[in-house]
Nanobody, 123 residues
Framework: VQLQASGGGLVQAGGSLRLSCVASGRTVNNYHMGWFRQAPGEEREYVASITWDDYVEYYRDTVQGRFSVSKDNNTGTLFLQMNSLRPEDTAVYYC?????????????????WGQGTLVTVSS
């Protein structure tokens, strides 16, 4: 599975961004997908994920209610709608996919990774 993330950029605090991740290769519709992020000098951390059928969503506490993850199985695209952005959301955001993992905070549990897209939130 190949993953290509896009949509990052510079936004002011309180603003919004929508990240996209196009998946290709094997039958991506059978894969659970999600997002991680890594801030400068920090470890990579889980953000959100969604089941292969777009039925159940999971979020880390600090983004719950502000971020929304969705999946379009017709196009094999994963989205992350980010609202009410804060400076602490600044990071490189990575999309991930796995056939079996749907909610796991450990990066090593996710088999497939995209290249990352940078989100910068100014105060």
């Amino acid at each position: 599975v190949q993953l290509q993330a896009s949509g990052g950029g510079l936004v002011q605090a309180g603003g919004s961004l929508r990240l996209s991740c196009v998946a290709s290769g094997r039958t991506v519709n059978n894969y659970h997908m999600g997002w991680f992020r890594q801030a400068p000098g920090e470890e990579r951390e889980y953000v959100a994920s969604i089941t292969w059928d777009d039925y159940v969503e999971y979020y880390r506490d600090t983004v719950q209610g502000r971020f929304s993850v969705s999946k379009d199985n017709n196009t094999g695209t994963l989205f992350l709608q980010m609202n009410s952005l804060r400076p602490e959301d600044t990071a490189v955001y990575y999309c991930v996919a796995d056939q079996y993992t749907v909610f796991d905070l450990r990066p090593r549990k996710w088999d497939h990774w995209g290249q990352g897209t940078l989100v910068t939130v100014s105060s």
